[in-house]
């Protein structure tokens, strides 16, 4: 059974160029597994789920080798457990399957897998950079997401909270409970 993982690391990255590239590779849309989850970690839920389903004599489809994880450890880590259970590794990048059982093949992907953490490194290096010389030279600077504008939605929501649980104002007014607690704290902040 052939099977395709997408992996992206943040909630605004987009999954559809892997998907579509999963898809021209031979793979079902019902054995694609996709998430937004960070790479530097083995336990990610679909991936989870999907290596739970894995049989020998399977192959798993990644685009790229970071795809399968952004430190060389997670990588390797995943990749001989695959192979150790009998399942094929093919990265669409390279035209071909993992094969560690010659030199070649093994320093090939070890390469990079490093090359994939090297990446990640200098992304995580350059934004701290960037939010270093933010700190310094914007007296404005704030870091994570910028305060929510309190509308008129949301102080009617307020308001209906302060006579209501925080699931019964979920449920009436379409917005998840942590949104709720946020607005409450928000809303009260403000006030002192």
């Given amino acids: 059974m052939k099977y395709g993982y997408a992996r992206v690391s943040g909630t605004s ?3 559809h160029e892997q998907i579509s590239e999963l898809k ?17 970690k083995a336990d990610r839920p679909q991936w989870q789920k999907l290596s739970s389903k894995l049989q020998p004599g399977d192959e798993v489809f990644f685009t790229k080798v970071d795809r399968i994880g952004r430190s060389v450890k997670v990588a390797v880590d995943i990749v001989d457990d695959l192979l150790e259970r009998g399942v094929k590794v093919y990265i669409i990048q390279l035209s071909g399957y993992v094969n560690k059982s010659n030199m070649m093949g093994k320093m090939l992907f070890n390469f990079l897998t490093v090359m994939a953490e090297f ?24 870091e994570g997401r910028p305060r929510r504008c309190i509308t008129d939605r ?7 909270s302060l006579t ?29």
Avoid: C, W
């Fill in 164 to 192: 209501h649980s925080i699931r019964e104002t979920a449920l009436a007014t379409s917005v998840s409970e942590s949104t709720v607690k946020r607005i409450r704290r928000q809303i009260r902040s403000n006030q002192k």
């Fill in 154 to 160: 949301y102080k009617s929501i307020y308001e209906f």
């Fill in 24 to 40: 021209q590779a031979g793979i079902a849309d019902d054995k694609i597994y996709s998430e937004k989850f960070t790479g530097t």
């Fill in 119 to 142: 990446e990640h490194d200098m992304i995580v290096d350059r934004l701290a950079r960037g939010k270093a010389y933010s700190k310094k030279h914007n007296p404005n600077f704030h």
């Fill in 13 to 15: 990255q987009d999954l």
